[in-house]
């Protein structure tokens, strides 16, 4: 699994630190999703998909 | 198209059902994916029933919430200037620009750091309930203290002035309310914040407020705009949740089995389930989302033309068998996490970490610390929030 993360549509919902807090954190200033991994483990993959279906901005682009 | 014969927007509830959307709009989520609905002012935009193509359209950038734009349809005949209302009735890329000046606060860390906070404030006001008279209304002796509390300390607005912002707030989300009035109510919030800020350009405290005029001093905003984004936090910051907790206890004592599961389990994972599932299945927001088309857009086999109004009604979406099986059950234990109550797109609710949270806390301290607590009158004496752009209960007397 790739998982791209576009900033520039963030809103800042947090829904992916939510549910994937393993693979998502949040910027300090403004609470922008920042990716910590691109290349999630299997045992991620779940959270990931559900972080990309609930972000409100479809920022989370995952790619199987 | 003859118009006089389409359905009027907004609905009535039934009466025996007042923790379901209007019978009519299942008749039309029935009908049809995508309906025209008559407004107030014999404006005929299209109604969005569907979860699926609710998302589709709240996340496609051709739909607009430019209030300003010709074929927006308003809820009513008043209309707050767009650029005094925070950045709700606008557009990227300034939408955007607003927004981000006031995201920090609401990252799921910060929020997380503010829980033992919010869990003292809920414990303190239960130990006020527990030592004071019963029946009590649980309106105004908790749901509405907890999230002013909260929005307080976070804006840096003190909480002595609660009456004022309440009931400012009060009158500006209702529909029963005259419009000068509502405009009145309006200009007295945006004063008061006006004046707060101005005081914190030479007293600055660490909060967000004080964030708001680092941000005017720098030349990024100006003090109407800073004012504006400030009423909309503090409306948006107490009003839901208050609602989302008074309505929430009743309709869980109205289902014990339910309330059960909050009450007896531990489980911080089913307790954060339950605030999906409670959001989901109440969607306090009753009189649905406004857009306009800013193109032609084809969907769900019909046309929405460019400059056509779009009404998204979440609280019928919630109740789409197609994203949730058994829809009219509540069932804390569902994974209800996909319910568009707090909308979907860029305009997704700002304070929904805030929100999720303080829900939590109550949801998960309340029934545990009062768990004999009950309804202290019928529940046809209960007054239903009706008139309201959020619903709810205006009363909830308890006593245990």
């Not at chain 1, 609470?31 to 901005?57: K, M, N, S, Y």
């Not at chain 2, 006020?128 to 029946?135: E, Q, R, T, W």
């Amino acid at each position: 699994m790739k998982v791209r993360l576009d900033q520039d549509r963030c809103v800042s919902s947090g829904q992916c630190v939510l549910n994937a807090p393993a693979v998502f954190d949040q910027r300090d200033e403004d609470g922008v999703a920042v990716l910590l991994v691109a290349d999630p483990d299997e045992d991620q993959a779940d959270d990931v998909r559900q972080a990309a279906a609930l972000c409100p901005a479809l920022a989370i682009l995952v790619e199987e | 198209m003859v118009h006089d014969t389409l359905a009027a927007f907004p609905m009535s509830r039934a009466a025996r059902c007042p923790f379901d959307p209007p019978p009519g709009l299942h008749d039309l989520r029935d009908q049809a994916r995508l309906t025209r609905v008559r407004l107030w002012d014999g404006s005929t935009p299209w109604l969005v029933t569907r979860h699926a193509e609710q998302r589709a359209l709240l996340a496609d950038p051709r739909v607009s919430s430019d209030a300003t734009r010709p074929g927006y349809p308003f809820p009513g005949p008043a209309r707050p200037g767009a650029d005094k209302i925070g950045f709700i009735l606008m557009d990227d890329p300034e939408h955007a620009r607003l927004r981000r000046m006031v995201t920090a606060p609401f990252a799921i860390r910060r929020v997380e750091a503010l829980r033992p906070a919010v869990q003292k404030i809920v414990d303190d006001l239960i130990d006020d309930l527990l030592a004071g008279p019963k029946p009590v209304d649980l309106v105004e002796a908790f749901a509405l203290p907890v999230p002013s509390l909260v929005i307080c300390r976070l804006l840096g607005v003190p909480y002595a002035d609660h009456d004022l912002f309440q009931s400012h707030s009060r009158n500006l989300i209702s529909r029963s309310v005259p419009v000068e009035e509502r405009n009145a109510s309006f200009r007295a919030l945006h004063d008061y914040l006006s004046r707060l800020l101005e005081q914190k350009v030479t007293r600055p405290g660490d909060d967000l407020l004080s964030q708001l005029v680092a941000r005017v001093e720098a030349g990024e905003l100006t003090l109407a705009d800073a004012a504006g984004i400030g009423v909309l936090l503090l409306i948006a910051g107490h009003e839901t949740t208050a609602n989302m907790i008074a309505l929430g206890t009743l309709v869980l004592l109205e289902q014990p089995d339910q309330l059960a599961l909050l009450r007896d389990g531990e489980d911080p994972k089913l307790v954060a389930g339950a605030v999906e599932e409670l959001l989901r299945f109440l969607n306090i927001t009753h009189t649905g989302l406004r857009r306009v088309a800013l193109a032609d857009i084809e969907i769900a086999g019909v046309i929405v033309r460019a400059g056509e109004g779009l009404i998204f009604a979440n609280d019928i979406a919630n109740r789409d068998p197609d994203a949730f099986p058994e829809p009219a059950a509540l069932d804390l234990t569902r994974d209800a996490r996909r319910h568009v109550a707090f909308g979907f797109g860029v305009h997704q609710c700002l304070g929904q970490p805030l929100a999720r949270m303080e829900l939590q806390v109550v949801y998960s301290t309340l029934y545990r610390r009062i768990p004999t607590l009950r309804r202290a009158t019928g529940l046809d004496d209960i007054p239903f929030k009706n008139d309201g752009q959020v619903y709810g209960v205006y009363e909830l007397p308890v006593s245990w």
